[in-house]
């Protein structure tokens, strides 16, 4: 899944020194950019920006990078989301869409306000730019023309009512790849259909081989053209074998989506944990904001494990309950014990998956 956010970057545009009355030197060694500015006032323009900014962290909240993916796909856009978190994902786009409806209806019922206020802050900075211009060179130019000319370039770079209306868009790009199961059962399937392939042409082969020997016995004396089809049948055999090679180096690198899944997950809990943990570390107290971290926590990992991997749902749920107490009820030791048992267990997963990858990489 992927979030494209169009029509934003018109918001904002480069100015160029001149509109500031700047002239810089044309031998300088070093050049120096022109500063950014947004085309709507603040509080206007951050509204409008926030709702791509909610799906972006929506994506990133709810997805999972795969290094199969961005190989298969050519690119780092797209992230996988489990099915159980999607329903939490797509609530999470519509408020975004909505956050940007309602922004674009407050621009657009206030445009011509707007407008004003962009016109007279243009103005004043076109009266300051032909103050500085005019203090920094001696050559002669008309004042009133340059803040008109200034004001003027500025003003037509206001995004208009037409885009803002139709030219911001928040879309949600779906891909479909199959993981897990079905993907091992997929590639199982493809190694099965390529061993008979390979059996099929095998059988092929020794017909040809007959067939030429029988056709080389007639065609003794043209030793050229025998010599030919020698030649002809090694190119074809080393470029056979050079394909299955490359094919078995590929099923060999492939990176199993569910470990990297689950090593995902494991990083996020242990980092959580050890946070919590060294708040906890002198409390005499659980303060009421870890408690909802934790159990936050607890119901992130229930709607993001979608490797069917138990091995953290007995800790998750002893610290969800020491969490879930009455603030005059919550032990702070409670709390450490359970904070530790988690640094244990995704310490002691941890190890497990690098040892499976080592094992992995025996076996090949």
């Known amino acids: 899944m992927n979030i494209d956010c169009r029509g934003f970057g018109s918001l904002v ?21 022109p500063p950014r500015a947004g085309l709507l006032p603040d509080v206007y323009r951050n509204k409008l920006m926030r709702g791509a900014a909610q799906a972006h962290n929506a994506l990133n909240r709810y997805g999972f990078r795969f290094t199969l993916c961005e190989t298969v796909w050519g690119t780092s856009e797209y992230k996988w989301i489990p099915w ?26 206030k445009y011509d306000e707007i407008l004003t206020i962009l016109q007279d802050s243009f103005y004043r900075l076109a009266e300051d730019s032909a103050d500085r211009f005019q203090a920094t060179t001696d050559e002669p130019f008309d004042r009133a023309e340059f ?12 995004p208009t009512p037409e885009m803002i209306r139709d030219g911001l868009t928040i879309e949600m790009k779906p891909k479909v790849i199959v993981l897990g199961s079905e993907m091992a059962a997929e590639q199982k399937l493809t190694r099965e259909l390529r061993l008979e392939a390979a059996r099929v042409e095998s059988e092929t082969r020794t017909v040809e081989i007959e067939v030429e020997a029988k056709a080389s016995i007639e065609r003794l004396k043209v030793t050229g053209f025998e010599e030919d089809q020698r030649r002809e049948r090694e190119v074809k055999e080393r470029i056979r074998t050079m394909k299955i090679e490359a094919a078995r180096r590929e099923a060999e690198e492939a990176v199993s989506p569910i470990k990297e899944g689950l090593a ?9 944990a050890q946070e919590m943990s060294v708040r906890l570390q002198d409390a005499k107290f659980v303060p009421g904001s870890l408690a909802k971290r934790a159990r936050q926590m607890c119901e992130w990992y229930g709607l993001m494990n979608f490797t069917g991997d138990d091995s953290l749902e007995d800790v998750l749920i002893k610290l969800q309950e020491a969490a879930g107490r009455e603030a005059k009820q919550r032990s702070p030791e409670e709390m450490r014990n359970a904070l530790n048992d988690i640094l244990r267990a995704t310490t002691v997963q941890s190890r497990k998956l690098l040892d499976e990858d080592r094992l992995s990489a025996l076996e090949l």
């Open 13 to 33: 545009r480069q100015l160029e020194w001149k509109t500031l009355g700047v002239k810089l030197p044309e031998d300088a060694a070093v050049r120096v950019s």
């Open 84 to 109: 159980t978190a999607f329903e939490q994902f797509e609530g999470a786009y519509l408020h975004a869409c909505e956050t940007l409806a309602k922004a674009k209806a407050e621009v657009l019922g």
């Open 147 to 158: 803040i008109n000319a200034v004001a003027a370039q500025a003003i037509g770079m206001v």
């Open 264 to 272: 995902q997950i494991t990083a996020r809990i242990c980092e959580a």
